[in-house]
């Protein structure tokens, strides 16, 4: 044993971390006192002159003497410390002519790859696609651009809610006619017994479709303020991007009339 020290570690509030480092012969050990979440690393010892074996191995033992204690080791991380000498770079370490040699190699393969490549699209013309790889900016997408992305399927999805409500609407006002009429048949002769095949609307039916067509209203006016700021959003880019106001053919207001048009496309629908 070089140096030792005893340290208490036991029932801190955090976890005890322990430094171990060796550069240049030089071994340094530092230990922190568990008190904080943050280590507070204090030198334990330095020893000078140690040469460690180079294939040997950093552990931890529970063992203290001759009785092991049960530990919990949360992380052992080991890495490695380079030193600041220059390190010959890559032409110094190949010869100038093998250098040359190699360029000359890699330039012959590139030009047989591009020539298979080129072959290949003359003969597969159907499965050959376009080089997106020659174009980086395909893979990336500007934030106004992305913007506008967005807003182009928050509207998509804003007709496909109303589409889909306008079906349910018709429906509702088929079952009420449907129900609606044999009250008339009733009334217009002479108050007799409707037939056991004729549907009837109860009074819990007619609160139920009022009161869906209560939500449908609500949900209707809230799409109506979310397609608004939507069109004035993109009426502003537009304008950003000096293309002049949206037209009505791609489902935007013009410059004067572009806080009007959804109250016009929500009574519609």
């Not at 009785?67 to 390190?87: G, K, N, Q, T």
Request: glycine share 8%.
């Amino acid at each position: 044993i070089i140096l030792s020290r005893i340290k208490d570690f036991r029932n801190k509030p955090f976890p005890t971390r322990v430094k171990v480092e060796y550069s240049k012969n030089v071994l340094t050990v530092s230990i922190d006192d568990g008190m904080t979440a943050a280590p507070r690393y204090q030198l334990c010892m330095r020893a000078e002159n140690i040469f460690l074996p180079r294939n040997g191995y950093f552990g931890i033992s529970a063992a203290t003497g001759g009785l092991a204690d049960d530990h919990d080791v949360l992380d052992f991380s080991v890495y490695s410390l380079h030193s600041e000498a220059p390190r010959p770079s890559t032409s110094e370490q190949l010869p100038h002519d093998e250098k040359q040699k190699y360029d000359a190699e890699f330039e012959k393969q590139m030009h047989e790859y591009e020539s298979e490549r080129q072959k290949f699209k003359e003969a597969h013309p159907d499965k050959a696609k376009e080089d997106e790889m020659d174009d980086p900016l395909k893979y990336f997408e500007d934030s106004t651009a992305r913007e506008l992305r967005l807003i182009y399927e928050a509207q998509n999805g804003i007709h496909q809610v109303m589409k889909s409500m306008d079906e349910r609407l018709r429906e509702i006002q088929t079952t009420q006619r449907s129900g609606a009429q044999p009250v008339q048949n009733v009334q217009s002769g002479g108050g007799g017994s409707v037939g056991a095949g004729v549907p009837s609307f109860a009074a819990h039916e007619k609160n139920e479709v009022l009161q869906t067509l209560r939500d449908m209203s609500s949900s209707l006016k809230d799409m109506k303020s979310y397609v608004n700021e939507i069109f004035t959003k993109t009426y502003n880019l537009e304008q950003k991007w000096g293309q002049g106001p949206p037209n009505q053919n791609g489902g935007v207001g013009g410059g004067g009339g572009g806080a009007a048009l959804p109250d016009s496309a929500a009574h519609q629908k």
